[in-house]
């Protein structure tokens, strides 16, 4: 690629990792298929492993075209951005999907689920236990991921790194909170539509976080290494919008799953 070009966009290098991010994608789904009838995890894994080494690759590439190379031109952030924007649209409409279905059941629930709503047989949990607690937790963390914002607005090194390692540990006690109350689940999501509506919502929210989590993770080792300048920090601003739709997200599901759903 030419260093004197004639337009403000970036072309990007011809580059291996979206094959190598498809065929990971593809293997790991396989492998997925594989584990649920034949009990064996090994070929998801290997999927894993791969996806994992793509995106370290291709986020190291990113990184270098927008931190080295100055290729991220404002007005190429501008199309980051809107890209970004229009991305977390769709995710509201793949979550408003799951809320549909939620309430298309719950609202009048057929006589098949005893006319009633948890059905017949199902345990809920308790809104004001562990949901109330993770619902701290991610209220917190958008303070925190706002507060590490400010810092690197700021040019405030301190402030932005513990801003973000404390957004990124909350957000991993969130998983963790949310992995044992699914060990401890009294229903499965094979238990009627409220177990499938109950699991599929707040299990593509918990990938979520984990996304969110790892993105902020990255942002995190970006900052040590001195990636950020008050004026140049997309990567992060990107990372902390997704964040902040986690949370609205969570309290649309705590307020309507846990507390009016039980």
């Not at 370290?56 to 951005?81: A, C, M, N, P």
């Not at 607005?153 to 390692?165: A, V």
């Not at 299990?203 to 993105?215: E, P, Q, S």
Request: one cysteine or more.
């Amino acid at each position: 690629m030419t260093s004197h070009a004639n337009h403000p966009f970036h072309l990007v290098d011809q580059s291996p990792w979206p094959l190598t991010g498809a065929i990971g994608a593809m293997i790991m789904m396989t492998g997925l298929i594989k584990w649920f009838h034949h009990f064996n995890n090994e070929l998801m894994f290997v999927g894993m492993l791969i996806l994992i080494l793509t995106m370290i690759q291709w986020w190291r590439d990113i990184i270098r075209e927008g931190t080295y190379q100055g290729l991220h031109t404002k007005f190429v952030t501008k199309g980051l951005r809107w890209g970004m924007i229009l991305f977390i649209i769709s995710e509201v409409f793949f979550f408003i999907s799951f809320f549909w279905a939620f309430f298309h059941s719950s609202l009048s629930p057929t006589i098949e689920l005893g006319s009633l709503w948890p059905p017949i047989g199902i345990l809920p949990f308790n809104p004001l236990q562990i949901p109330l607690l993770n619902t701290a937790i991610l209220l917190a963390s958008g303070v925190t991921v706002t507060w590490a914002h400010h810092g690197l607005l700021e040019d405030n090194y301190k402030q932005g790194l513990q801003g973000l390692f404390f957004t990124v540990v909350l957000g991993i006690y969130f998983t963790v909170l949310q992995a044992y109350e699914y060990v401890e689940a009294p229903f499965t999501i094979a238990d009627s539509v409220y177990g499938s509506s109950f699991f599929m919502a707040t299990g593509f929210h918990g990938l979520h976080v984990i996304i969110g989590t790892t993105f902020l993770l990255t942002c995190l080792l970006r900052h040590l290494f001195l990636h950020f300048s008050s004026g140049h920090h997309f990567g992060f601003e990107a990372a902390a919008w997704y964040w902040h739709f986690v949370d609205v997200v969570w309290l649309f599901l705590y307020v309507s799953i846990y507390w009016w759903g039980s």
